[in-house]
């Protein structure tokens, strides 16, 4: 029994001094890890280009949700009947498993609804449009920054997409990827964005044939396309509200 | 993402030889005989498939409600030890030939980064309960290919008149890189177009 | 203490490319050279840490849960490494991902620990900690700069004070960046590249081999040489 039990103390003892350790260097880097993330949003924000007045943060509501996240995640745990309203009247059965946003919006009830759902804390956003950030000229909406997610080469990529109200792209930053070093990676260089800028929906390029100069994406064609249908997939979204409901 | 996309995700595209770099250590070292590969194969498998499973169990029912999900290294490899052991144990109580086969092997497989890669990976990418079982198994499974491949092709080298200083390893690493540029065809692309 | 525990790291056992163990971050993170001086600098610290730990312990760990206790002191290191550098270098714990945590299980520290630090004093075992780590940054590195030039033809560093490199840390080389072979930088071209590499260093000891059996071959046979010289001759 001793020969079974001191092996064991001590191993219990060098457990608990690691743990120890462990959660006073996790005191201490807790805050700026937390930090670090806010910092990086904070500088792309500082460096993309747009006009008008940014709001705040906002979690953009899902174009689709599944009937369960739905009713147990968001509708569960909205507690007064008015933002349980605003989101009831945004959300339509698709079929028996998805609701859908939908299709007569105006950007007012997007953002009113967006409200809602970032005081969700259960609510994790998925999908190709996660978060908004309003732009306002005095009182109007005259655009949108949302947070846009694409699949490149390496996996996922952060980015952030500034829109004209009718769903234009303005101007484009990538936050988090992990593509190829000298090839995908290119897509963080300056003027990459550039044949993006000023297309809209459907115009968005994501195939080479649709760029005047298809040798300056080659070697990281699929970073390429993945950028292309996030800044697609966020023309979309804008473009459901309101007056521009064309697609 | 559905169970499919799991497989073909890490079976083929981000295999864990040929793209990840999870497991070369085993991979150069146990790859000289099919034999010997084979069973290092599936006793991969079956601990990745175990791994994964357990691991997420722990991670979401431990650590998180706890709030120390700094601690998943230290736990997730004790787990693995411990698992590997107790897997060995098993083996050996209920079927003493398969222990034979794959004894030697199991041992190893505790510092096999391929098994400690894929419980970090599945708790990255956020999968639930069976999607984690799911990638544990398709990563085991992608080894299993790798290994296989490459000690079919290492039996044939060795007979081979290879220059001296391309012997062994070296051999074998230029053979798996020209294996990996094959594997560069199968990307995201792919998968998009197979189950959109 | 003797300065062969450090050197021996270096060349004579060098991790990468002689004993080839570790392999798995070598090649995954070799893609950027500052990635690789990361990965290296890591793998250092927990090596340091845990042969000091272990070597100061090895009287109070029980041989029969050794293994265990040895992973646990790594696996506390590797965590303090990962979290500080979430903490305070974000992009390069970003870029090094999951190979972080993965320190863990890279063969070179726990084979040190065992091989090394359970039975020798804490001033060899920090000099054969440096020098393995060492061996490991060199191998590392080497790798890197092959693939990074051939690749993408350029050098990420950090951003230095000096008029060759950029404000992000970077030096083009004019031809290689415009028309990189990009398979280098690929998982494919690390394989290859780490494959040369070996053949090279193999070459070279096959070469010091071959001239060392010719000496000592010559030295034995000197007082018989001019006979059988003669005799070949006829």
């Known amino acids: ?247 | 993402m559905t169970y499919i996309g799991i497989i073909i995700t890490f079976v083929f595209i981000t295999n864990f030889i040929f793209t990840r770099f999870l497991g070369l250590c085993p991979f150069i070292g146990v790859s000289k005989k099919v034999d010997s590969a084979v069973g290092m194969g599936f006793a991969v498998i079956f601990v990745s498939s175990i791994a994964a499973l357990v691991t997420w169990v722990i991670f979401n029912l431990i650590l998180v409600p706890l709030n120390i999900t700094y601690l998943q290294t230290i736990t997730f490899i004790l787990v693995i030890a411990a698992l590997v052991q107790l897997v060995e144990m098993m083996i050996q109580k209920i079927s003493p030939e398969l222990y034979r086969a794959l004894g030697i092997y199991l041992p190893l497989i505790t510092t096999n980064c391929a098994v400690l890669g894929i419980a970090l990976i599945a708790v990255q990418e956020e999968y639930g309960v069976i999607e984690s079982f799911v990638a544990g198994f398709s990563a085991g499974a992608g080894f299993l290919m790798a290994i296989l491949l490459m000690s079919a092709l290492r039996e044939r080298l060795d007979r081979e008149d290879i220059p001296k200083a391309f012997r062994g390893a070296p051999i074998a690493f230029i053979s798996a890189g020209l294996m990996a540029l094959g594997f560069m065809a199968f990307d995201m692309t792919l998968l998009k177009n197979l189950i959109g | 203490m003797k300065i062969k525990e450090f050197t021996k790291g270096l060349f004579r056992e060098n991790p990468t490319f002689v004993i080839m163990l570790g392999l798995c971050p070598t090649l995954a993170v070799s893609n950027q050279v500052v990635n690789a001086i990361g990965m290296s600098a890591a793998v250092l610290f927990v090596l340091l840490g845990s042969n000091i730990i272990i070597s100061l312990l090895k009287n109070f760990i029980p041989d029969k849960v050794r293994i265990p206790s040895y992973i646990i002191v790594i696996a506390s290191f590797v965590t303090i490494v990962d979290l500080v550098m979430q903490a305070f270098i974000p992009p390069l714990s970003e870029s090094l991902g999951v190979f972080v945590p993965l320190i863990v299980v890279n063969c070179i520290i726990l084979g040190r620990a065992e091989g090394f630090a359970n039975r020798h004093p804490v001033s060899s075992s920090i000099l054969d900690a440096l020098g393995m780590g060492l061996g490991f940054a060199m191998g590392l590195t080497l790798i890197a700069l092959f693939r990074e030039i051939l690749g993408a033809g350029m050098i990420t560093l950090f951003p230095l004070p000096f008029d060759f490199i950029d404000e992000k840390g970077q030096i083009f080389i004019p031809a290689l960046r415009d028309a990189p072979a990009g398979v280098f930088i690929a998982p494919a071209g690390a394989l290859l590249v780490i494959g040369l590499l070996k053949a090279f260093f193999n070459q070279i000891e096959l070469k010091q081999e071959w001239i060392r059996e010719k000496i000592r071959r010559l030295g034995k046979k000197k007082p018989f040489s001019p006979k059988e010289k003669k005799g070949a001759e006829a």
């Not at chain 1, 092996?7 to 120890?20: H, M, N, Q, Y």
């Not at chain 1, 174009?63 to 507690?79: D, G, M, P, R």
């Not at chain 1, 989101?87 to 953002?111: F, H, P, R, S, W």
Request: glycine share 10%; with cysteine; charged share 25%.
């Open chain 1, 1 to 247: 029994m001793k020969e079974l039990l001191i092996p064991g103390v001590k191993l219990f003892t060098i457990c608990l001094a690691a743990a120890l350790l462990l959660g006073l260097i996790n005191a201490v880097t807790k805050g700026p890890i937390a930090d670090a993330e806010k910092q990086t949003v904070e500088k792309a924000l500082k460096e993309i280009k747009f006009d008008g007045e940014r709001g705040d943060y906002l979690v953009a509501p899902p174009v689709e949700l599944s009937k369960e996240i739905y009713e147990k995640t968001v509708l569960a745990n909205t507690t007064d009947t008015v933002s349980k309203d605003t989101i009831q009247k945004l959300y339509t059965g698709k079929d028996e498993n998805t609701v859908m946003l939908t299709t007569t919006l105006t950007a007012a009830d997007i953002i009113s609804a967006a409200a809602v759902f970032t005081a969700i804390k259960e609510y994790k956003p998925k999908g190709a449009v996660r978060a908004m950030f309003p732009l306002k000229k005095g009182d109007e909406i005259s655009g949108f920054i949302l947070e846009i997610w694409g699949v490149g080469y390496g996996g996922d990529i952060k980015m952030f997409g500034v829109y004209d109200k009718d769903g234009t792209v303005r101007d484009a930053l990538i936050l988090k990827d992990a593509e190829t070093p000298g090839l995908g990676k290119k897509a963080r260089d300056k003027g990459y964005m550039d044949k993006y800028i000023g297309t809209k929906t459907r115009t968005v390029p994501v195939i080479k044939a649709m760029l005047d100069n298809p040798d300056a994406v080659t070697g990281a064609t699929i970073t390429f396309t993945g950028v292309g249908d996030a800044l697609r997939n966020g023309s979309r979204y804008i473009s459901m509200f309101g007056e521009n409901n064309e697609n």
